[in-house]
């Protein structure tokens, strides 16, 4: 008789000791451990977070968990937080007095929209993907009340934590229901600017890498360069520049595809620009389906796969950079399928944007 398997989901709760120091400092910035973590990015290995000294703003410095849940956060929980409240806070400044979500996993969107009222904006940005969307760390630009909480703990959706910049009191005795969930405020409102000291970091053996954080000069599509012969409509220009400024927060290769309110697919972290183009359909027809979308292209396209791709799955057009070798063929071949072309730099300008990301 075969031997019951132990039950090893306790490895995912049991909270691994860190001896970290109380302060790190690099150049002349100062970081403070705020929060010991469960353990990093697998069981077993030693994490903690730790706050930038005098970072104020729209950042995760200042943080409040308000409810730790069963386990507490996790190292990917705050990872996916700022991913995800960086996206917020680029859309609410694009899109002022609009209602903004979006849905993060393992530190990449799954779902974004933009919205009037909390629940409509909450559902759209679900729907875009609701199998992606599971175990999400859901990000929001305005409060959440009762009726959203109501939605955010239901066990089906096993959302992993709500992050907001502030909860009802309903609200709150709502999401208290569900013991398992994290719920955190933001310090800063999301209309607010990011203040630190701009400098992304990432650890090689034996070194540091470091540079500027990138922001993209992609606010409106008025200025931008239009290469194909069709000339976009007002609605596909508007999408061009949501899901350009998706793009920038989604893992390369990325290919963003939806409309100018909804995010309806996202392929990410792909080795060629046609798997990504081809994972971001695919996604989108467990929502809302790729027709009539506009695609987000982060770097160039080495061929006329993808604008094929996307005129046989019914987009209507594509923003990218220019930069390939076979930038004529794959503007040639668009102007075949009708479809339209936006690249992103301005009209009398030499270099395109490209919006890499690989974190």
Same mark, same amino acid.
């Given at each position: 008789?075969?031997?019951?398997?132990?039950?090893?989901?306790?490895?995912?709760?049991? %909270?691994? %000791?860190?001896?970290?120091?109380?302060? =790190?400092?690099?150049?002349?910035? !100062?970081?403070?451990?705020?929060?010991?973590?469960? $353990?990093? !990015?697998?069981?077993?290995? /030693?994490?903690?977070?730790?706050?930038?000294?005098?970072?104020?703003?729209?950042?995760?410095?200042? =943080?409040?968990?308000?409810?730790?849940?069963? %386990?507490?956060?996790?190292?990917? @929980?705050?990872?996916?937080?700022?991913?995800?409240?960086?996206?917020?806070?680029?859309?609410?400044?694009?899109?002022?007095?609009? %209602?903004?979500?979006?849905?993060?996993?393992?530190?990449?969107?799954?779902?974004? &929209?933009?919205?009037?009222?909390?629940?409509?904006?909450?559902?759209?940005?679900?729907?875009?993907?609701?199998?992606?969307?599971?175990?999400?760390?859901?990000?929001?630009?305005?409060?959440?009340?009762?009726?959203?909480?109501? =939605?955010?703990?239901?066990?089906?959706? @096993?959302?992993?934590?709500?992050?907001?910049?502030?909860?009802? /009191?309903?609200?709150?005795?709502?999401? &208290?229901?569900?013991?398992?969930?994290?719920?955190?405020?933001?310090? +800063?409102?999301?209309?607010?600017?990011?203040?630190?000291?701009?400098?992304?970091?990432?650890?090689?053996?034996?070194?540091?890498?470091?540079?500027?954080?990138?922001?993209?000069?992609?606010?409106?599509?008025?200025?931008?360069?239009?290469?194909?012969?069709?000339?976009?409509?007002?609605?596909?220009?508007?999408?061009?520049?949501?899901?350009?400024?998706?793009?920038?927060?989604?893992?390369?290769?990325?290919?963003?595809?939806?409309?100018?309110?909804?995010?309806?697919?996202?392929?990410?972290?792909?080795?060629?620009?046609?798997?990504?183009?081809?994972?971001?359909?695919?996604?989108?027809?467990?929502?809302?389906?790729?027709?009539?979308?506009?695609?987000?292209?982060?770097?160039?396209?080495?061929?006329?796969?993808?604008?094929?791709?996307?005129?046989? @799955? +019914?987009?209507?057009?594509?923003? $990218?950079?220019?930069?390939?070798?076979?930038?004529?063929?794959?503007?040639?071949?668009?102007?075949?399928?009708?479809?339209?072309?936006?690249?992103?730099?301005?009209?009398?300008?030499?270099?395109?944007?490209?919006?890499?990301?690989?974190?």
């Amino acid at each position: 008789m075969d031997k019951p398997l132990k039950d090893s989901r306790q490895q995912y709760s049991a %909270k691994v %000791k860190e001896d970290f120091p109380d302060s =790190l400092i690099f150049g002349r910035t !100062e970081f403070v451990k705020k929060i010991p973590m469960r $353990y990093g !990015e697998n069981p077993g290995q /030693p994490a903690a977070f730790y706050e930038e000294k005098g970072a104020s703003g729209s950042t995760l410095a200042g =943080l409040e968990v308000i409810q730790e849940g069963t %386990k507490g956060l996790s190292y990917i @929980n705050v990872a996916d937080m700022d991913l995800g409240q960086r996206l917020v806070r680029k859309l609410t400044s694009l899109y002022s007095g609009r %209602k903004v979500c979006v849905l993060i996993k393992h530190e990449m969107p799954s779902g974004v &929209a933009l919205g009037r009222g909390e629940v409509e904006t909450f559902e759209k940005a679900w729907k875009s993907d609701p199998l992606s969307n599971f175990g999400s760390v859901d990000v929001f630009n305005f409060a959440v009340n009762a009726e959203l909480a109501a =939605l955010l703990v239901e066990s089906i959706r @096993n959302v992993e934590v709500v992050f907001a910049p502030g909860y009802s /009191p309903e609200a709150m005795a709502v999401l &208290a229901g569900r013991k398992v969930l994290r719920v955190v405020r933001m310090a +800063g409102s999301p209309d607010e600017p990011l203040l630190d000291n701009g400098l992304e970091f990432k650890r090689v053996a034996g070194g540091l890498l470091l540079q500027k954080r990138f922001e993209s000069r992609i606010t409106s599509a008025e200025e931008l360069e239009v290469v194909s012969r069709r000339q976009p409509s007002a609605e596909e220009r508007a999408a061009a520049v949501f899901n350009w400024n998706v793009a920038c927060f989604t893992r390369s290769n990325a290919v963003v595809i939806g409309t100018s309110d909804k995010v309806h697919g996202i392929g990410s972290g792909q080795r060629s620009r046609i798997d990504a183009a081809e994972c971001a359909i695919r996604f989108s027809r467990r929502g809302y389906g790729p027709e009539g979308c506009f695609l987000a292209s982060d770097a160039f396209m080495p061929f006329p796969d993808v604008v094929e791709l996307t005129a046989r @799955n +019914g987009l209507t057009g594509v923003i $990218y950079p220019l930069g390939s070798i076979r930038d004529q063929e794959v503007i040639a071949r668009a102007d075949e399928l009708g479809l339209a072309l936006i690249v992103t730099r301005k009209v009398g300008e030499t270099d395109c944007e490209r919006c890499f990301l690989h974190r």
